[in-house]
């Protein structure tokens, strides 16, 4: 299931099932948040983009609640979605997303990363 929200006031009017799908840590200014999900698998894949003011204390939060759970990789089958980075498409791990100088942070169940450049936020469960 796809689902797209302009802001995040648009995905908190949706209601507390549509923001479950969000991590937990959302910037206030998140616009064009995208979530795809499998309600029998769990598994969810997003993205948003946010403000840059907001990139330093997101990288802060994240930081605090990062798990390392040594070697880890997924199959991210992204390929159709347009503007969705390479190299978070196919086999993805931490030195294929590091290569991409992009950040990561894997939290408890899901993992985050960051392109500062959007700033964009990209998420998984895992």
Same mark, same amino acid.
């Given at each position: 299931?796809? !689902?797209?929200?302009?802001? %995040?006031? $648009?995905?908190? $009017? $949706? ?6 799908? /969000?991590? +937990? ?5 998140? @616009?064009?948040? +995208?979530?795809?999900? =499998? ?25 605090? %609640? ?6 880890? +990789?997924?199959?991210? !089958?992204? =390929?159709?979605?347009? =503007? ?7 086999? #993805?791990?931490? #030195?294929? @997303? ?5 950040? @990561? ?7 985050? #990363?960051?392109?500062? +450049?959007?700033? /964009? !936020?990209? /998420?998984?469960?895992?």
């Amino acid at each position: 299931m796809y !689902a797209h929200y302009p802001d %995040r006031k $648009a995905l908190e $009017a $949706a209601g507390p099932g549509a923001r479950s799908w /969000f991590p +937990e840590l959302l910037p206030e200014s998140a @616009i064009q948040l +995208e979530e795809w999900h =499998d309600v029998d698998s769990n598994v969810v894949i997003g993205r948003f983009r946010f403000s840059k003011d907001e990139l330093a204390s997101l990288r802060v939060a994240l930081e605090r %609640r990062k798990r390392e759970r040594g070697y880890w +990789e997924v199959e991210l !089958a992204m =390929d159709e979605v347009s =503007d969705w980075p390479e190299c978070l498409s196919g086999r #993805v791990n931490e #030195v294929k @997303i590091h290569r991409c100088g992009l950040e @990561i942070y894997p939290l408890d169940g899901l993992v985050v #990363v960051l392109d500062a +450049e959007g700033p /964009f !936020a990209y /998420f998984w469960t895992r």
